[in-house]
């Protein structure tokens, strides 16, 4: 693997935005069990996953990610095991209700940003020292609403979200159990795709919309 630098950057940056226009859909697996996790709620606990922001010294930082389909989030969520029973977690579509501006780490955006594309799929802890620093120079990169980049497994297509982006993740068109048996073709085909195998334990719930 090539090395990925720590920040600050070598060189000056000449970042990379993309903005996910208002009405986007994003999509979203979420474990209700783990940190009071819900649909659009943003996670103020971290550092743990790879871009957390968060920091011993503040606790306003908080972090959601999202998927541009649901591939990608399956592949996040079971890609490392290559299976995964679905028990109550959950799969949800939601509509940004404003323009989002994301740093651009696809391509030559990671390189122009000051790293490297590997900084998506390398060791957390380096990543996460990226994303504090994009996140604390707003005068280099722009008060960014997060990042868009892609995933260590099939290089679908992601997104972290910083707490900045919160007023635009509020409106949930659905929210439903995995194993929900109306669902199921959807994701098993899905996974399948991506040579994941996802197990079904109980009985399904009928899927909701906001």
């Not at 659009?40 to 922001?53: E, L």
């Not at 955006?109 to 504090?132: C, E, Y």
């Amino acid at each position: 693997m090539a090395h990925i630098p720590s920040p600050p950057p070598k060189r000056d940056a000449r970042p990379v935005h993309t903005v996910l226009r208002s009405g986007t859909i994003v999509h979203r697996i979420y474990d209700p069990d783990s940190h009071g996790a819900t649909a659009t709620r943003f996670r103020f606990t971290g550092p743990f996953a790879r871009f957390d922001h968060h920091t011993k010294h503040s606790r306003t930082r908080a972090i959601l990610y999202a998927g541009a389909d649901v591939k990608c989030c399956l592949v996040e969520f079971y890609g490392d095991a290559g299976f995964g029973v679905t028990r109550n977690r959950r799969h949800c579509e939601i509509r940004l209700s404003r323009d989002v501006l994301l740093l651009d780490l696809r391509g030559d955006g990671a390189l122009r940003a000051g790293t490297i594309t590997a900084v998506s799929s390398g060791p957390h802890a380096i990543a996460q020292d990226w994303s504090r620093y994009f996140y604390g120079n707003p005068l280099r990169y722009r008060y960014v609403d997060g990042l868009a980049y892609r995933n260590a497994h099939n290089e679908g297509l992601a997104y972290a979200l910083y707490e900045r982006a919160a007023d635009a993740v509020r409106h949930i068109t659905r929210d439903n159990r995995l194993d929900d048996r109306r669902r199921r073709a959807e994701y098993v085909r899905a996974a399948l795709e991506a040579n994941v195998a996802l197990g079904f334990t109980s009985a399904a719930s009928r899927p909701t919309s906001r």
